[in-house]
């Protein structure tokens, strides 16, 4: 049996690598899956950092390559909603 890496203890992501013409749909899928099994004290940027590297000799165009850089990345801002407009009252 292969050894599993700290940052994919049930193996999700090297198994993710093994699937024929899997989809982005299915790789996002598989990540939050991933995501929920990490450890309490494992943060889920760093062990996608490090899956990252472990999986480096994958195409580059895998859609697991892609979804561990987008989830490797801060989540993006929400636009600012309301301001000074919504909390004034006319009238």
């Given at each position: 049996m292969k050894r599993r890496h700290p940052a994919d203890p049930k193996g999700l992501v090297a198994?993710?690598?093994?699937?024929d013409?899997?989809?982005?749909?299915?790789?996002r899928?598989?990540?939050l899956d991933w995501a929920l099994s990490l450890p309490d004290d494992m943060p889920a940027q760093k062990a996608a950092a490090e899956l990252l590297l472990v999986h480096s000799q994958a195409p580059a165009d895998h859609p697991m390559i892609r979804t561990l850089r987008e989830a490797t990345s801060d989540p993006p801002r929400p636009a600012r909603r309301g301001g000074s407009r919504a909390r004034r009252r006319d009238g």
């Open positions: 198994e993710a690598f093994n699937i013409r899997i989809e982005l749909a299915e790789c899928t598989i990540l």
